[in-house]
Structures are given as C-alpha cells and as structure tokens.
C-alpha cells in the first residue's frame, strides 16, 4: 500500500456534500463616456434567461487563467493575440455563502478586469447572449452578482484614488482631457478640468509627458494639447480623492 493509499483509506466520497469553484469577472471598460459592465444571458438553469457576470467553473487550470478565458470566451479575444494581454485583472475576493448556488456549495473567486477597449462580446458556449452594459442601467442580476458589481465598482473607485489604474482605461498615449474622462465615468462625478488637470500633474510619477501634442485642439477648439505616458509610480501620493470624498477628509 503506497503512502497515498494508506492517507485515503477509509475516505468515503460520497459522505462530503459537494464542493465546487468558479470564478466571476466584473469586466469593466469605457465607452462614450460612460463606464459599462460587461453582462451574459446565461443560457440555461439555474437562472436561465438572467443577466448575470461572466463565469463559471474552474478546470484543470489556475484562477487567473479561469478569469482570462472567461473574458476572452465572452470578447472573442485570447491571451497572447493583443487586446487581452493589456486588460488590467486582480483579485476581488471571494464568496461563500451557503445557498448562493442552488446547484450545490460554490465557492466563488471574483475578480476585476479593466481595459481601455474591448470589442463587441459575442457569447460563450454556456451563454444566450453577451453585451456591454451602463453600470448605472444595470437591473437584477442572478446568484449573488449584484453584490459581486457592487464590491467590483467600489473597488474600481477607490482604487482610482490612491495608484494609477486610470491610465489602464487609456491609450499608451493619452491626454489629461482623456485621463479626466476616465476618472469621471468611474466616479460618476463630473470634473472641474483646471482643478484635475493641476491636482494630476502634481502627483510625482503619475504621469510623464512624451513631449509631443495631440493631433487635434483640445476642448474649446483651444490649442493641441500635450501627450502623456503613464510614470513610474505604482502609489499615488497626494491622492486624487473624489469631490464628494475631498469634503469628508477635511
């Protein structure tokens, strides 16, 4: 008898409920300004007919790669062949609870996608059908996901704050007008675009000009503005805080 034998003897399968694991993605990304959420029909039961977030269960695989081939299932898009290689994905946390999936005890791990573009999202093979969703118009959700989009977006906002995630919704290039945009579709919050533009310029390391203007004049018809680059800083000291957070910090 090998030494895995002997631990295993005895053990009876059948008497543990079972377990499973999938994986969640909030999936976020901008478009005409506004921040959207990408959403899936989901195609059969439980909860056939349901929006819900794009997932499912983990295979012979790691977590990390489960959520990129939920994302590139959902976006046509596959590591190593552009656009998914730039999505930003980390860890939301993990949930739990008893009774989430009517199926049996699932455990899931969300986590938290950005890219500055993504194309139109065409169904995966457990899906009905797959599409970009406003945050602020999404309904009811199934399983426990509307609280899985609501941890999602709070982490996106806050995470603006303090490191330069921003620059993940935007081109290798970009302006301060583009940057601000960004901050304003996450936060749901308009901008005052001096107050952004001199806070974002004072953070060392948060962005980097490349010297070089825009090809077209900046707002108003003013003149072309300046091309920045994402710095090198990983946290943001002071923090860009939201408005609505400026007035419960003083």
Not at 84 to 90: A, G, N, P, S, Y
Not at 111 to 128: E, I, M, N, Q, V
Not at 138 to 159: M, N, P, Q, T, W
Request: hydrophobic residues 40%.
């Amino acid at each position: 008898m090998t030494g895995e034998e002997e631990f295993l003897e005895g053990y009876d399968p059948g008497a543990y409920a079972p377990v499973a694991v999938t994986v969640d993605v909030v999936a976020l990304t901008i478009r005409d300004g506004r921040l959207h959420v990408l959403l899936v029909e989901r195609g059969g039961h439980p909860y056939a007919g349901w929006n819900a977030l794009p997932g499912g269960f983990v295979q012979q695989e790691g977590l990390d790669a489960a959520a990129l081939r939920e994302v590139g299932e959902e976006t046509g898009l596959r590591p190593g062949e552009g656009e998914l290689d730039r999505v930003h994905l980390e860890q939301l946390r993990s949930y739990g609870d008893p009774g989430r999936d009517p199926r049996m005890r699932v455990f899931s791990v969300a986590y938290l996608a950005f890219a500055p573009s993504l194309p139109d999202p065409r169904a995966g093979t457990d899906a009905a059908g797959a599409f970009w969703m406003p945050v602020d118009e999404v309904g009811e959700l199934a399983f426990d996901h509307a609280a899985i989009l609501a941890d999602g977006l709070d982490r996106a906002r806050s995470k603006l704050e303090y490191t330069p995630l921003a620059t993940a919704f935007v081109g290798t290039e970009f302006t301060i007008a583009e940057l601000r945009a960004v901050y304003a579709a996450v936060w749901g919050e308009e901008l005052h675009p001096g107050n952004f533009h001199r806070k974002a310029l004072s953070v060392p390391g948060f962005v980097e000009s490349t010297g070089e203007t825009a090809a077209r004049a900046g707002e108003r018809g003013g003149p072309k503005p300046k091309l920045y680059r994402a710095g090198d800083a990983r946290l943001l000291h002071p923090a860009l805080l939201r408005p609505t957070r400026e007035e419960d910090v003083r």
